[in-house]
Each structure stands twice: as C-alpha cells, then as structure tokens.
C-alpha cells in the first residue's frame, strides 16, 4: 500500500509519501531498502505513484533515456506524456494492461500525483487527469485501492 499527499497554501506546496514498502506478504522496514523513494523531480515538477511498487525502477529508466517525453506543465500536457508514455511501458517494459473490471481504454497501470508550479493533479491508470486547486491525497495497493480526501488541519 502506498500513499501520496500534495498540500498547497500561501504559495508553498509539497508533496510527501509513505516508507512501507512490501515484497509478496513481507513487510520491509523503511530503514533498511536503500532506494526507497516513491515520487520523483521531473524539469519542475515532482510526480509520485502508487500501487505497484516496479514503475519507479522503470519510470528512473525513463527519465534517464526518454526524458522529452515527458512534460507537466499543465493537465493538457501531463494527458499527452501520459499516452506517450502508454505504447513505451507496454512495448518497452512488458506491462500487462488487463484489468478485471469492464475497462474503457487500455490500462497503463499507473497512477499516482503530481505537483507542478501551476498545480496539484492526480492520474489515473486510463490516463484520465484531473487538477485540485489545494490538496489531494491518493492510495494504492495491489489488493485495495482507494483515494482519499485529506482535509487540511
């Protein structure tokens, strides 16, 4: 299970995650996986998934050999970066983009946050993107997946 949050307020933001990190039925403990990290910097932004815990090993692949294409500028551009980056997880990297239920597109099997100078937007697997004008928390898990609404304190 992993969780992400993006809080925005009086011009500062930030995005933060959880440590867990699991292998089958085992709990590892933060303290002892060296790369541990669930969200990255990308030009100005900062994008972080959840779910299933391989697309941070591919997506570091990515950035380091496919980098134009991708861009967050805004929702437009992070839809276009997201089905660009469709046909190269399915043809590159081997992702199985069936799901159970009665699915409208083929799944990229990733979602997660994003927090750009121009806002907070959450993705989703069918690369649907929408934008949160203050806060947004989202969580993953390969049995559970549920989103939650963080409420500022």
Known sequence: MSTLVVVKKNG?????????????TMTVPSDNKINNHKYFKV????????GWS??????EDIIENNPAIL???DRKSIF??????????KDEYYINTLEDDDQSAESSQISG??????GIFEFCSYRSVDEYSKYWA???GSKIRSRVNAQLL
């Not at 030009?43 to 959840?50: A, E, H, M, R, T």
């Not at 276009?80 to 997880?89: D, F, K, M, Q, R």
């Not at 946050?113 to 121009?118: G, H, Q, R, V, Y």
């Open 71 to 73: 861009e967050f500028t």
């Open 12 to 24: 500062y933001a930030t995005i933060a995650c959880d440590s867990l990190s699991t292998d089958g």
């Open 80 to 89: 276009n970066s997201l089905n660009n980056l469709h046909p190269i997880l």
């Open 113 to 118: 946050l994003i927090l750009t100078p121009k």
């Open 138 to 140: 989202v969580g993953g």
């Open 43 to 50: 030009n100005n932004s900062f994008i972080g998934f959840v």
């Open 54 to 59: 391989n697309i941070n090993n591919i997506f």
